[in-house]
């Protein structure tokens, strides 16, 4: 028994003497580590594009800015970091997925649920928009809501449901996009600082806004049929351009031979009314010789180009050929010619 | 034994004694929560809203965290008929606090207990409201106003639906869930809790009645559609019949006038004439028809003359005639 105890003793004697030896090592390497393990916990940076808050002991005891930082270590004070500059943003009706320069498009069912709401006329349109904030205050970020995002997401919901509820359907569709988006802005940032979160809206944009997919093919059916309605009467506009200017074309020539007929008929008048007052001039000089002259003018003209000529001796009945020009053989001297007398 | 080795002993036993008691009677409470203090089950002095260290006895007394932060709820979305018995979905959402903590524990025991309490409490409050109002008083706020050219944009083609448009809100939806978080703040306090907001988050109409109302959007667009269709096709041909009148009009004046020109200068020329003819009217017409003998005679023509014409005189006589 007590051999057992001696040779304990022995051993425990031997272990206390190598530990003893490498005690001097073994506690500079234990101190070194813990040091080391100090500087590490001891610094922070912060990101330019955040803010950190520095919590001792679950208490928040400061709010440090961009940069280097130093805290107490060994886990005594936490660091949460929050962004403050940089834009965050929420999607509303639709995700837009994929990152690095494409970004692609998805409106899956519970996207067109976010999306359909029922208009001030009772209708049904579909909304996308978009809420772009910022943390305004790190510290109530963190410690006013326990999920801001989703209390942000909500009452966004709830917000644009509002203002669409108590519009008329046609006008989110058109001309109201920007009044509603500028309203619904307004009336967040207002639940935001009353609900005291932290957070700052910058902006709502809404994105698409159309009627809902079953009922789009109407809508655009309303359309066509009014750019049908000004192609109607465009082309009916121009059938008159063309016509009317044309016939007034034509009217002004159907004049304008009536005048060249005028013209043409009043200066022939007066050319022979002229000749005729010249010779009737001359003609008042010496009428007798004057008339003699016209009339045997005239036979001379005449005469030769007349096909046939009878003379009729007084109290004959058959006349007598004077001239047969046409005719090849002369005719034959009737006995009855009477000669000169 | 030596005695450094009882004294390295106990500062060992006293360094492991010090590991264990310390953890089990510190505690922090962080920023975001509040907490309340538990011996043997049942809670012990003041509930502790003070973020930092803190003390307690150790394993005797536990501690009990609760949020102190807003808390989301959302419920799940209920059909409900209003008034008019039209079948909507409701969908609304609201935001807590745990602001008496040990009422809180006592009561609901954690925040699973809290939202299935306000899943009851509100739950029934909405239906209650929702279905004593009229529709557009769900969907439209107290200041919902039509003018005239918002009615005549709103293109109201079916019956009934003008009226509706111009329906005045007597409450509004504003009302309604102020209305709402009233009565539901009520029951709140008993619980430990404050019910910040309760908003609607969605209204939908139920699948059956969303597909009327599509059918009946498509339908008042297809009237609207045939109405701009025949409002072009009635517009063009009201052009063209204002082009053909134009056009007959046009013409026929160019016409009349051509016949004024030309009577005009018929006239005219008829006055040259008679006032250049009428000076002598027996020599115009030996003039002119010894003219018309030279027109018409020609080699078809045959003319038959007397002898005893005075231009044969001289085949027969060539002397003078006397005076």
Do not use: C
């Not at chain 1, 976010?114 to 001030?120: D, K, P």
């Not at chain 1, 059938?239 to 074309?249: D, K, T």
């Not at chain 2, 039509?146 to 083609?157: C, H, K, N, V």
């Not at chain 2, 231009?311 to 006397?322: A, E, G, H, K, N």
């Amino acid at each position: 028994m007590s051999d057992d105890f001696a040779n304990f003793q022995r051993a425990y004697r031997n272990n206390i003497d190598e530990i003893r030896r490498y005690r001097g090592i073994a506690v500079i390497g234990v101190v070194l580590a813990l040091v080391l393990f100090g500087l590490w916990s001891s610094y922070f940076t912060v990101q330019p594009d955040e803010q950190a808050v520095v919590k001792r002991f679950g208490k928040v005891v400061a709010i440090k800015e961009p940069g280097l930082h130093f805290k107490l270590p060994f886990g005594v004070d936490r660091v949460q970091a929050v962004p403050i500059t940089r834009v965050l943003k929420e999607e509303f009706g639709f995700r837009s997925i994929g990152a690095g320069g494409r970004t692609q498009y998805r409106k899956e069912n519970e996207e067109r649920e976010e999306s359909l709401m029922l208009t001030g006329d009772l209708k049904v349109i579909d909304v996308e928009w978009v809420v772009q904030y910022r943390v305004s205050d790190p510290d109530k970020f963190l410690h006013r809501s326990r999920d801001p995002r989703k209390t942000l997401r909500d009452t966004s919901e709830a917000v644009m449901r509002r203002i669409v509820g108590n519009s008329l359907g046609s006008d989110v569709l058109t001309e109201k996009r920007v009044a509603v988006a500028t309203k619904a802005r307004d009336e967040l940032q207002a639940l935001m600082t009353e609900f005291d979160l932290g957070i700052h809206v910058n902006t709502i944009e809404l994105q698409d806004v159309t009627p809902p997919e079953p009922v789009k093919p109407a809508f655009n059916e309303v359309n066509q049929a009014e750019q049908e309605r000004e192609r109607l009467i465009n082309e009916a506009e121009k059938r008159r351009n063309q016509v009317i200017p044309r016939a007034q074309g034509e009217a002004k020539q159907i004049v304008a031979e009536a005048q060249a007929y005028a013209l043409e008929r009043v200066n022939r008048a007066k050319g022979e009314a002229d000749r005729f007052g010249a010779i009737l001039a001359e003609y008042s000089q010496q009428p007798d010789v004057t008339r003699r002259r016209l009339y045997l003018e005239m036979i001379d003209t005449v005469l030769p180009n007349v096909g046939r000529i009878f003379i009729m001796e007084p109290g004959q009945t058959a006349p007598i050929p004077f001239l047969n020009l046409g005719d090849p053989s002369p005719a034959p001297a009737a006995g009855s010619q009477g000669g000169a007398r | 034994m030596k005695s450094s080795a009882v004294l390295g002993t106990l500062v060992v036993l006293a360094g492991i004694a010090a590991a264990v008691l310390l953890p089990a009677s510190l505690f922090i409470v962080d920023e975001a929560e509040q907490a309340i203090i538990v011996e043997f089950g049942a809670p012990v002095g003041d509930p502790i809203t003070t973020p930092g260290l803190h003390f307690k006895k150790p394993f005797i007394q536990e501690v009990r965290r609760f949020d102190k932060r807003l808390i989301s709820w959302d419920g799940d979305p209920n059909q409900i008929p209003t008034r008019g018995e039209q079948f909507i979905s409701v969908d609304t959402t609201a935001r807590w606090r745990i602001i008496d903590p040990l009422l809180f524990l006592q009561r609901v025991q954690d925040e699973r207990g809290a939202t299935f309490r306000l899943n009851e409490i509100l739950d029934s409050v909405v239906r209650d409201h929702v279905s004593a109002s009229d529709l557009v008083e769900i969907v439209r706020s107290k200041d919902w106003n039509i003018s005239p050219e918002d009615l005549a944009r709103a293109q109201a083609t079916e019956a009934g639906e003008e009226e509706t448009l111009l329906q005045k809100v007597k409450t509004g939806r504003e009302e309604l869930v102020k209305s709402i978080l009233e009565k539901s703040r009520l029951q709140m306090p008993e619980y430990g809790i404050e019910l910040v907001d309760i908003r609607i988050k969605r209204i939908d109409y139920v699948q059956a009645v969303q597909q009327r109302v599509f059918e009946r959007m498509v339908a008042e667009r297809q009237r609207i559609a045939e109405q701009f269709r025949s409002e072009g096709q009635g517009s063009a041909a009201e052009i063209d019949g204002e082009t053909q009148r134009l056009l007959a009009q046009v013409r026929s004046d160019a016409r009349r006038q051509a016949e004024i020109i030309r009577g005009g200068a018929d006239a005219e020329a008829t006055k040259i004439y008679a006032d250049a003819f009428g000076a002598d009217p027996e020599f115009y017409a030996f003039f002119r028809t010894l003219e018309s003998y030279s027109k018409t005679l020609n080699e078809k023509s045959t003319i038959v003359i007397g002898a005893d014409s005075e231009y044969f005189r001289y085949l027969r006589d060539t002397s003078r005639p006397q005076p």
